[in-house]
């Protein structure tokens, strides 16, 4: 098993940034594909970014797309997402998840493994 402890939300103005981290203890983070998730309020919760075991392959929401950066170091088993150009359609509670397959799965019933999440807040 794997626990991740996310880390880095709070309120940003729209157009700045923020760096989330995932930070990974138990089973090596390096076992997981790892992926980043979102929750609104009053919706249902969504896929953001993920990346591969050893970080070669990424995928993202078509919403981030070009505003997001998913990474990984494995050596210190942790999983970041720099957030560019905020908009406040992205405040949400994000979450960080691992997922035992072997290719980038998109959806939250695929992802064994979930951190408690981290708010971020963008005021417009």
């Known amino acids: 098993q794997v626990q991740m402890v996310e880390s880095g939300g709070g309120l940003v103005q729209a157009g700045g940034s923020l760096r989330l981290s995932c930070a990974a203890s138990g089973r090596t983070s390096s076992s997981y594909a790892m992926g980043w998730f979102r929750q609104a309020p009053g919706k249902g919760r969504v896929f953001v970014a993920a990346i591969s075991r050893s970080g070669g392959v990424t995928r993202y929401a078509d919403s981030v797309k070009g505003r997001f950066t998913i990474s990984r170091d494995n050596a210190k088993n942790t999983i970041y997402l720099q957030m560019n150009s905020l908009k406040p359609e992205d405040t949400a509670v994000y979450y960080c998840?691992?997922?035992?397959?072997?290719?980038?799965?998109?959806?939250?019933?695929?992802?064994?493994?979930w951190g408690q999440g981290t708010q971020v807040t963008v005021s417009s």
């Open positions: 998840a691992a997922d035992t397959s072997f290719v980038l799965r998109v959806g939250v019933a695929d992802y064994d493994y």
